[in-house]
């Protein structure tokens, strides 16, 4: 089956920035969508930002646009989620997932892959 491992997440000031990874590995695929949920604590599952493999084609919620970057580098099977201007309620467990459609979709249950999740703490 897929793997999903995400890395980067850590401690931040707010202001400050990270850079998540998400290495894909187990199976070979080229229409997968990738994509990056978040879960506060307390609070449902978000839909973040999302990338197809083949296209391109981004997605990216109103709430962090003009401050994170989704990517992919298909020689590495990774996509990275850039974070600038980190606010504390950035704050959460970050996950990320792949999907069987070449489309990018912000609905967690288009998604049959799933990581462990990373954790990004923003303080004030």
């Known amino acids: 089956q897929v793997q999903l491992v995400e890395s980067g997440g850590g401690s931040v000031q707010a202001g400050g920035s990270l850079r998540l990874s998400c290495a894909a590995s187990?199976?070979?695929?080229?229409?997968?969508?990738m994509a990056w949920f978040r879960q506060a604590p307390g609070k449902q599952r978000e839909s973040v930002a999302a990338?197809?493999?083949?296209?391109?084609?981004?997605y990216v919620t109103d709430s962090v646009k003009g401050r994170f970057t989704i990517s992919r580098d298909n020689a590495k099977n990774t996509v990275y989620l850039q974070m600038n201007s980190l606010k504390p309620e950035d704050t959460a467990v970050y996950y990320c997932?792949?999907?069987?459609?070449?489309?990018?979709?912000?609905?967690?249950?288009?998604?049959?892959?799933w990581g462990q999740g990373t954790q990004v703490t923003v303080s004030s």
């Open positions: 997932a792949a999907s069987n459609y070449a489309s990018v979709s912000s609905r967690s249950d288009e998604y049959a892959y």
């Open positions: 990338v197809t493999w083949t296209g391109g084609r981004t």
């Open positions: 187990g199976r070979a695929f080229s229409s997968y969508t």
